[in-house]
């Protein structure tokens, strides 16, 4: 009885081998050089910790490949030195140096426009935005920039937005350009590739650069895709949010840019870009991640967002596994590992034992944060999605989960 229990009462840990496509991330190579492991070697490990009250000590593993490898811990007394890692706190300023941020403030600290009318919505604009000279008629300032929400054309007088709605506007043409890939009750998405219709995606630019402090694309939407999320009703498709992704990123990024318009703000169209994204990513059997540095309203939106779903995923998806690796998890989830390594930080369950990384957390421990990390709706329904990826080289593509070895 009580024997049994101890000798069950063990730890299933993981190795996270040094994956130069996703697990080389800063903390390993912080551990690596104070362990005095170079890079070639594999001998960082990360695991989850399962049992009541299990205790983790020191595993040995290798891969020649970098791949990751699974072995099960022995027990250990209370010899063990555990430390709790500290999620490092992200920059938006990151990479600018004192003399380029006194010159971005310089140019961006007075708005040219006032508000913005979109649809039936009036929005006050937070930031400056390079709109094109040619809108500044009276002076260097719009007191109200008029926007037609479906081809999302500029006016500078109410009368003009009118005018072109009546006469120009294709009567069939109520919504954005491009092809609906996903459409789920009211919510709708579409895909607008920045090459075919370049006009659009530089006006969506332009707009968001009004309630974004940092963006630098503008006119060179060629290289990137759209997708602009829309609540569906009888008048139409209205846009209420978008994000941008390249076509190829070199660094694995799967987001690029990402707004909601802040009359749509505080309903969850944030989370379901996010979540949007990934659910590609996963079609494209990639892992992803956002374009570093995020600004400060990324932050707030991709780190709950993460939590939540490696919260969500731990307590209900992985009961079927004995064991458990970040490359597991990356795999199901398609989130990028230095992400998952990061939110398993900010969860406080990421275990620095020994030298050796461990995921610690006990099924109530779990239970507790999914309650404080919820999965919130609206979710996106992966069977409602209608879309195919662009064709790469796999081999090319070190991002791919096809590349991997098992």
């Keep these: 009885g009580g024997d049994n229990r101890k000798r069950q009462r063990r730890s299933i840990s993981t190795a996270v081998g040094n994956d130069a496509s996703a697990v080389d991330n800063e903390a390993s190579r912080l551990t690596r050089r104070r362990r005095g492991i170079t890079d070639g070697d594999t001998g960082n490990e990360a695991g989850l910790a399962s049992g009541t009250s299990g205790t983790a000590g020191n595993s040995n593993a290798a891969s020649s490949n970098g791949a990751s490898a699974v072995v099960v811990a022995e027990e250990h007394t ?101 092809n609906e890939i996903y459409r789920c009750g009211n919510l709708s998405m579409f895909e607008v590739d920045g090459f075919e219709e370049r006009q659009y995606c530089q006006n969506l630019c332009y707009i968001a650069k009004l309630f974004l402090d940092h963006k630098t694309l503008y006119f060179d939407v060629d290289p990137f895709l759209f997708y602009v999320l829309c609540e569906v009703d009888e008048r139409g498709y209205h846009p209420v949010g978008y994000y941008s992704k390249e076509k190829y990123s070199d660094v694995g990024y799967n987001l690029a840019c990402i707004l909601t318009f802040p009359s749509h703000q505080r309903k969850g169209y944030g989370r379901f870009l996010i979540a949007f994204s990934y659910e590609l990513s996963k079609k494209e059997e990639k892992v992803g991640s956002p374009e570093k540095p995020m600004s400060d309203l990324g932050q707030q939106a991709y780190i709950p967002y993460w939590t939540s779903t490696i919260v969500d995923f731990l307590l209900n998806k992985s009961d ?87």
């Design 320 to 406: 079927e596994c004995k064991s458990m690796s970040i490359m597991d998890i990356a795999k199901k989830t398609s989130i990028m590992a230095e992400d998952i390594i990061y939110a398993l930080n900010t969860l406080g369950i990421l275990k620095f034992v020994n030298g050796v990384y461990f995921i610690s957390a006990e099924r109530k421990l779990l239970e507790d944060l999914a309650k404080k990390h919820p999965v919130k709706e609206p979710r996106v329904d992966p069977s409602k999605l209608h879309w195919t990826p662009y064709l790469t080289d796999v081999k090319r593509d070190k991002f791919s989960l096809s590349s991997k070895k098992p």
């Design 78 to 178: 209370a010899v063990d030195v555990v430390t709790t890692l500290t999620a490092q706190v992200l920059d938006e300023h990151e990479g600018m140096d004192e003399a380029a941020l006194k010159e971005h403030e310089e140019v961006t600290k007075v708005k040219n426009v006032a508000m913005l009318e979109l649809g039936q919505y009036q929005m006050d604009t937070w930031y400056f935005s390079p709109l094109p000279k040619e809108m500044f008629r009276n002076g260097g300032l719009i007191d109200v920039l008029y926007v037609d929400e479906f081809s999302l054309n500029f006016f500078t007088r109410k009368s003009e937005l009118l005018r072109f709605q009546a006469k120009e506007l294709p009567k069939n043409r109520r919504h954005p350009p491009g």
